[in-house]
């Protein structure tokens, strides 16, 4: 909206002087300032409201569509209370516009107008490039964030957690399964070709997000938990960097065993973690060694202290790892296998990677919806430089006649009528560049983990700016540049 009011006031102001005319003959019958001033407020309002219904069909046709984009549920009802709204709207928009421009053409002196003085000084000449300025510094700020939050969300995918997330599958068991078959459907899935490893759960990665506290050597340690079997460990390729993991083979370690992180064993604070205890449900375990941190939750925040417990009696989810290039025959065996010990409840499972993407769903719609802004707010910026470039052309006409009977070529014209137009983009790249990495840098403390902002990206959307509006402004001087001077000058 501040683009579009810039492109208005920019246009109103360049198009004064086409209505010197109609200004001076109200003047001279007796028109006052305050009535021209309401006059071309009125105009702006009444553009602001045909406006604003364009706007309400074209919002009602898109909306179902950006919502499904955005992942959100929104519907536009015209109410009484939405239409009345939309009156204050209006008339603050159309005030907002318009009041500039109403004020200087009201200004005008008659004398002036008649005697063909400048009516644009230049101090109404700085404040447009001024304003234009600002409309590319805003594009280049957008489309150089679009590059680092999808630099950021590809780094975030990309990034190695710590442990092997790729080809495994998780589903929650229904209670069929649970109460007493998880092990005959883990020899039934073993039994499938492409079946690698079985193993349960009480939670998966990716959906821990319950912090347990309990007193450690007199002071109260935070944690997050996960009940396991001992097949989790290899599934997985838990990595051990002290102790031993604890086995199936050793009957004590059944209900009894723990182990935790690097970033536990800092929380817990003890010289010696295999002394320390914690509760579970029916007693205590005993910690028998310590894992190297992985990353578990979303990398918006630091790997906090996991504790995982021996309790394959606790596990509500199974997780399947899965080898072969093409997984869908061994998921249509492991439904079958399913719908034998639990009729009735479907097989409904997750890639686990695919899961812990999603955790990043709203930064890369963040990212998208950005690009979007972009696009639009280059769109915008383009239009009102067209046709402000239009209407220098247009004014500076018979400046190009002359320049073209005293020798000059067409290109030479082009790069005159060029020249304000890359300084400009110079100063909005100038202005952009700290702005956008202020905004940026600032979104970058939100993760913990988190790429560079480098150069190339202000360098860029610096140069996409820069191509699509000179390659577009080109085309229009040049047409312009390529008249006969003949037709500037004939009536001079």
């Given at each position: 909206?501040?683009?579009?009011?810039?492109?208005?006031?920019?246009?109103?102001?360049?198009?004064?002087?086409?209505?010197?005319?109609?200004?001076?003959?109200?003047?001279?019958?007796?028109?006052?300032?305050?009535?021209?001033?309401?006059?071309?407020?009125?105009?702006?309002?009444?553009?602001?409201?045909?406006?604003?219904?364009?706007?309400?069909?074209?919002?009602?046709?898109?909306?179902?569509?950006?919502?499904?984009?955005?992942?959100?549920?929104?519907?536009?009802?015209?109410?009484?209370?939405?239409?009345?709204?939309?009156?204050?709207?209006?008339?603050?928009?159309?005030?907002?516009?318009?009041?500039?421009?109403?004020?200087?053409?009201?200004s005008h002196k008659i004398t002036d107008i008649f005697t063909k003085r400048s009516l644009h000084g230049n101090r109404g000449l700085f404040l447009r490039y001024i304003l234009i300025v600002f409309q590319f510094s805003v594009s280049m700020i957008l489309i150089s964030s679009t590059f680092l939050i999808n630099k950021q969300v590809s780094f975030l995918k990309n990034k190695d957690p710590g442990i092997r997330t790729e080809k495994v599958i998780y589903a929650k068991l229904p209670f069929q399964i649970m109460r007493g078959s998880k092990e005959i459907f883990r020899d039934k899935v073993l039994e499938l070709p492409d079946v690698q490893n079985v193993s349960f759960s009480s939670i998966v990665f990716g959906k821990i997000e319950n912090l347990n506290s309990q007193e450690i050597n007199g002071r109260v340690a935070s944690f997050a938990s996960i009940w396991v079997d001992a097949e989790f460990i290899d599934l997985y390729d838990l990595r051990l960097s002290r102790g031993r993991f604890f086995?199936?083979?050793?009957?004590?370690?059944?209900?009894?065993?723990?182990?935790?992180?690097?970033?536990?064993?800092?929380?817990?604070?003890?010289?010696?973690?295999?002394?320390?205890?914690?509760?579970?449900?029916?007693?205590?375990?005993?910690?028998?060694?310590?894992?190297?941190?992985?990353?578990?939750?979303?990398?918006?925040?630091?790997?906090?202290?996991?504790?995982?417990?021996?309790?394959?009696?606790?596990?509500?989810?199974?997780?399947?790892?899965?080898?072969?290039?093409?997984?869908?025959?061994?998921?249509?065996?492991?439904?079958?296998?399913?719908?034998?010990?639990?009729?009735?409840?479907?097989?409904?499972?997750?890639?686990?990677?695919?899961?812990?993407?999603?955790?990043?769903?709203?930064?890369?719609?963040?990212?998208?919806?950005?690009?979007?802004?972009?696009?639009?707010?280059?769109?915008?910026?383009?239009?009102?430089?067209?046709?402000?470039?239009?209407?220098?052309?247009?004014?500076?006409?018979?400046?190009?006649?002359i320049h073209k009977i005293n020798g000059a070529t067409s290109w030479n014209l082009l790069l005159l009528m060029n020249k304000d137009f890359m300084l400009i983009l110079l100063a909005a790249f100038v202005i952009a560049c700290p702005v956008s990495w202020y905004a940026m840098h600032n979104w970058l403390e939100r993760f913990a983990y988190k790429t560079s902002i480098g150069i190339w990206i202000y360098l860029a959307s610096g140069f996409l700016v820069f191509m699509v509006t000179l390659t577009m402004v080109s085309w229009q001087n040049w047409r312009f540049a390529k008249r006969n001077p003949v037709d500037a000058l004939r009536y001079e």
């Open positions: 909206m501040l683009l579009s009011i810039v492109n208005y006031i920019n246009l109103s102001v360049a198009k004064a002087a086409t209505r010197e005319k109609e200004i001076a003959i109200q003047k001279v019958s007796g028109a006052s300032r305050r009535s021209l001033t309401v006059q071309f407020l009125t105009e702006t309002t009444l553009i602001s409201f045909f406006a604003a219904i364009t706007g309400l069909i074209i919002a009602w046709i898109l909306l179902p569509g950006f919502s499904r984009f955005m992942n959100v549920n929104r519907s536009l009802g015209f109410s009484a209370f939405i239409l009345l709204m939309i009156i204050p709207g209006v008339l603050l928009l159309g005030f907002v516009t318009g009041i500039y421009p109403a004020f200087m053409m009201s086995s199936k083979d050793f009957s004590s370690d059944v209900n009894t065993t723990a182990l935790i992180n690097e970033s536990a064993l800092k929380e817990f604070d003890s010289e010696d973690p295999f002394r320390i205890r914690i509760r579970v449900p029916g007693g205590e375990a005993k910690v028998v060694g310590i894992i190297r941190d992985f990353n578990f939750k979303s990398l918006h925040s630091r790997i906090e202290p996991l504790v995982i417990v021996f309790l394959p009696g606790q596990a509500g989810y199974v997780n399947i790892r899965i080898a072969g290039y093409d997984p869908r025959l061994t998921l249509n065996e492991i439904g079958k296998i399913w719908n034998d010990l639990a009729p009735g409840f479907p097989f409904s499972y997750q890639y686990l990677d695919s899961s812990l993407e999603k955790l990043y769903g709203n930064d890369e719609r963040m990212g998208n919806a950005i690009m979007y802004f972009s696009l639009i707010a280059i769109l915008i910026a383009t239009i009102g430089i067209l046709s402000l470039s239009l209407l220098i052309c247009e004014k500076r006409i018979k400046e190009m006649g």
